[in-house]
């Protein structure tokens, strides 16, 4: 095996299937039963419109035992599974396998840097977006920015994700690359999951586009009392931006409430509150949608019991 990918979810088959149709020996490692099985009967499938291509076989296992040696790794699962991303690749990696994390939220490079050594896992920041339409399908949701650490330039790791045709940008800003990505996560998966609609409508919604504006400022302010620069210079210039490339796209965090699963609500949001307080800031858009997305969260847990 070339490179693991930890997930099964929605992009990581976007990235497993790209670097597998490249040529490169991808294996897949995850707990997510329902996605490694249909993974190991059916490989990978993209979904585009009506056209459906498979990848197979594409190697999947849900224990981490059946693997040694792993070169390398990127972590595409949920932040409130990077603890058990970071034990697990712990227990498979090569002794000089680097990692690369491209979640959500703050703190997961923290969280695997602790299990495997700071100076073997980088974060980096991707804007793809992608749905996930069965266990192992995947229909991809608009070309998205790809930023890495400038230090992983010359890995192979960066080499195979060329060869799979992503563009790769790379910075030394660290701190501002996952501050830009959550900015956009806090400004739009919130509001997407609330109200239930694909990423472009939120442009089509007077209301939505102002509270996204809302959003926006307050987590640009959030970021400048945090000492951050953004890698970009209009933080709302560059969410549209993404809105519009990614606009038939669900946001994760739709597609985590429609399936019933846990939201990162906490690691973007909450990541973001946080931050705010620490500099003695309110932000009020961003507090009442966290609670409006604990609420729905919890009217949906009650619905179904
Ligand atoms: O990262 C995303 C997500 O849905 O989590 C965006 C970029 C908003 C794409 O949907």
Redesign the pocket.
């Known amino acids: 095996m070339d490179l693991l990918i930890y997930g099964s979810g929605a992009l990581a088959c976007l990235f497993a299937f790209r670097l597998a149709r490249a040529g490169q020996r991808v294996g897949i490692l995850d707990h997510w039963e329902e996605g490694v099985r249909a993974i190991q009967a059916k490989g990978i499938c993209q979904q585009t419109g009506d056209l459906a291509v498979s990848c197979q076989p594409v190697p999947a296992t849900s224990s981490a035992q059946d693997l040694s040696n792993v070169p390398a790794a990127i972590v595409l699962v949920k932040s409130w599974q990077t603890a058990q991303a970071a034990a697990d690749l712990a227990a498979c990696l090569a002794p000089s396998a680097r990692v690369l994390t491209l979640q959500?939220g703050l703190g997961n490079a923290e969280i695997l840097a602790g299990a495997l050594g700071a100076e073997r896992v980088a974060a980096g920041s991707t804007?793809s977006?992608a749905t996930l339409l069965a266990p192992g399908c995947f229909r991809p949701?608009g070309e998205?920015n790809l930023t890495l650490p400038a230090s992983f330039e010359s890995t192979r790791l960066c080499a195979a994700l060329r060869a799979a045709g992503f563009q790769l940008a790379f910075t030394q800003q660290l701190t501002g690359l996952l501050w830009g990505k959550l900015l956009?996560?806090a400004a739009?998966?919130p509001l997407t999951a609330l109200l239930e609609v694909p990423?472009g409508q939120i442009l089509e919604l007077p209301h939505a586009r102002r509270l996204l504006a809302m959003a926006v400022e307050e987590a640009a302010q959030a970021a400048r009392a945090a000492a951050v620069e953004l890698p970009y210079t209009d933080p709302l210039a560059e969410v549209e931006s993404?809105l519009r490339r990614?606009a038939t796209?669900q946001?994760?965090?739709l597609q985590d409430i429609r399936r019933g699963a846990p939201t990162e609500i906490d690691a973007i949001t909450g990541a973001l509150l946080h931050s705010a307080r620490q500099n003695q800031l309110w932000l009020p858009t961003h507090e009442t949608l966290y609670h409006l997305v604990r609420a729905k969260v919890d009217a949906g847990r009650l619905a179904d019991t």
């Open positions: 959500n804007t977006g949701g998205g956009i996560n739009i998966n990423n993404v990614t796209n946001s994760s965090m």
